[in-house]
């Protein structure tokens, strides 16, 4: 059944990196709607050290993720076993918004791989990390990635992201700060 661990093992470290999805829960510190979205592309999550981790994140139609985490930085990412033996792993944080405009965001990024709608990397300090078991989990088979996400970006300039996002990120859909204006230009350089 579950345990709860004091940093990421090397079991752990490596069912992360297996799964072809995993989901990102945060909410507002007071009202407003909990949010999950599902992340893809395998080369979008990185373990920086035992109890720290981060993931690229892009361009997209939603900055719940970022407009909640700058309000309380509550943070829990969640992998699945859809294949194989069932398994839960959980990471409960707290998360911090690195842009291209912060410190450390050209070191971050080079633990990820090329995509060219980064909007910004999301760093989680674990404070809670546990499995439990999967048995109500179905089996699915992974196909491929979805290119969609990449291709749609990759055919915007810099002023058409710039608006983009000036448009659609931000604030949440409860009206919570997401991206500054300072932040709505793109990323200069692909990840």
Not at 11 to 35: D, K, M, W
Not at 41 to 62: C, K, M, P
Not at 92 to 117: A, E, K, N, Q
Not at 148 to 168: F, H, S, T
Request: aromatic share 8%; proline share 6%; charged share 25%.
């Amino acid at each position: 059944m579950g345990k709860v661990y004091e940093r990421l093992t090397d079991r752990l470290c490596e069912f992360i990196s297996a799964q072809p999805v995993y989901f990102i829960a945060t909410a507002p510190e007071h009202g407003g709607h909990v949010n999950v979205s599902p992340k893809g592309y395998a080369d979008t999550f990185a373990v920086i050290d035992d109890t720290t981790v981060a993931y690229l994140d892009l361009d997209g139609s939603g900055v719940e993720t970022i407009s909640h985490i700058r309000d309380n930085g509550r943070v829990t990412l969640m992998f699945v076993a859809f294949g194989g033996p069932p398994n839960i792993v959980r990471l409960y944080g707290t998360g911090r918004v690195v842009t291209s405009h912060d410190p450390g965001f050209d070191d971050l990024i080079t633990l990820f791989g090329p995509h060219p709608g980064v909007r910004s990397i999301i760093v989680v300090s674990c404070d809670r990390i546990s499995d439990s078991c999967g048995f109500g989990v179905p089996f699915m088979s992974f196909d491929r990635d979805r290119t969609l996400l990449d291709e749609w970006a990759g055919r915007k300039d810099v002023q058409q992201k710039r608006a983009y996002r000036a448009k659609n990120n931000r604030e949440s859909i409860d009206g919570l700060p997401a991206l500054r204006a300072d932040e709505t230009d793109p990323a200069t350089h692909h990840s």
